[in-house]
């Protein structure tokens, strides 16, 4: 079956910082999501992309897609205390099915 | 704008009893819903798809017998856990997507179960 990894699995990071982190899976994707989950609550969509090579920005968040279709990347700049929380990457399979990557915990240090 | 609503956001029950949690979209229509369960501190593990006026599809592992899964309205999946187990507590989340499919989809706020 598909395997979907990301990295890293979790930050600390201080506030100011910038944030990187990334997806791959074993299949090809024609889209991939970002989200970011707060404790509790459901997740929340950052950032879509729907071509190869693509590189979309939503704010101080970047994201791009692939090449091969088989990753992807997020980027946060300049972080702030709110971005704390789990980002999941999500390719999206046909135009419906969702999968979650294995998600990346970003702490901010005081 | 839409909204999926899930009932109850909480619950705690004893080992052995049948735990019911609904999923609802509010205004608009899915044939399609879609079931997740997360671990603490994990990621959110598709459970099984929900098809409307059809058997659901459930995704390697998840037992049919033990999750049971109901569409029986464009507006209403639910999702009963039976016999549940301290292992099966857990955050569940369903999620329905837009009409047009694609970025737009609506999760659910979740409900926490917790099994003593």
């Known amino acids: 079956g598909q395997q979907l990894n990301q990295s890293p699995q979790s930050m600390f990071i201080q506030e100011g910082e910038d944030v990187s982190m990334n997806c791959t899976s074993s299949?090809?994707?024609?889209?991939w999501l970002w989200y970011k989950q707060d404790p509790g609550e459901g997740p929340v969509l950052l950032i879509a992309?729907?071509?190869?090579?693509e590189l979309t920005s939503n704010g101080r968040l970047t994201a791009q897609f692939g090449i091969t279709r088989k990753d992807s990347f997020l980027n946060i700049s300049a972080s702030i205390p709110s971005d704390v929380g789990i980002y999941f990457c999500?390719?999206?399979?046909?135009?419906?099915?969702?999968?979650f990557g294995t998600g990346t915990r970003l702490t901010i240090i005081p | 704008g839409a909204v999926v609503s899930q009932h109850p956001s909480r619950v705690i029950c004893k080992s052995g009893t049948s735990v019911k949690i609904e999923c609802r979209s509010l205004?608009?229509?899915?044939?399609?819903m879609f079931w997740y369960r997360q671990f603490p501190k994990k990621s959110l593990m598709l459970m099984a798809t929900s098809n409307e006026g059809s058997k659901a599809t459930y995704e390697q592992g998840v037992e049919k017998d033990k999750f049971l899964i109901n569409h029986a309205s464009l507006t209403l999946s639910t999702l009963t856990v039976t016999s549940a187990h301290p292992e099966d507590s857990s955050f569940y989340i369903c999620r329905a997507p837009s009409a047009g499919g694609g970025e737009t989809q609506y999760f659910g706020p979740g409900t926490r179960l917790l099994v003593l």
């Open positions: 992309l729907y071509k190869a090579g």
């Open positions: 999500a390719p999206l399979e046909g135009n419906e099915k969702l999968t």
């Open positions: 205004d608009f229509q899915a044939t399609t």
């Open positions: 299949s090809i994707f024609n889209t």
